[in-house]
C-alpha cells in the first residue's frame, strides 16, 4: 500500500502540525488552508475528528472527579 503512496494513518505529530498551521492563519489571515501529505489532500472533516479526538483525551485526563 505505501508503494502506492497510500496511508490510512497520518502520525499524530503530523496532525498537530495542521492543526496548529490552521488556527494560526485563521485567526491572523482570516484564510482557510488546504493542506496535502504527499499527494492527498487532508480534508477539513478529518482535521476537526483529530481535535475532537485529542481535546476530548486531554479534558478526560486534567479533569479530576469532582468531589
Known amino acids: 500500500m505505501k508503494e502506492w503512496g497510500f496511508e490510512k494513518h497520518i502520525p499524530s505529530e503530523d496532525m498537530k502540525f ?3 498551521k490552521q488556527e494560526k492563519r485563521r485567526l491572523e489571515a482570516g484564510k482557510e488552508t ?16 483529530f481535535k475532537k479526538r485529542k481535546t476530548t483525551k486531554e479534558v478526560e485526563a486534567f479533569s479530576p472527579i469532582a468531589g
Do not use: M, Y
Open 34 to 49: 488546504r493542506f496535502f501529505r504527499g499527494d492527498l489532500v487532508i480534508n477539513a472533516e478529518r482535521i476537526e475528528t
Open 18 to 20: 495542521v492543526v496548529a
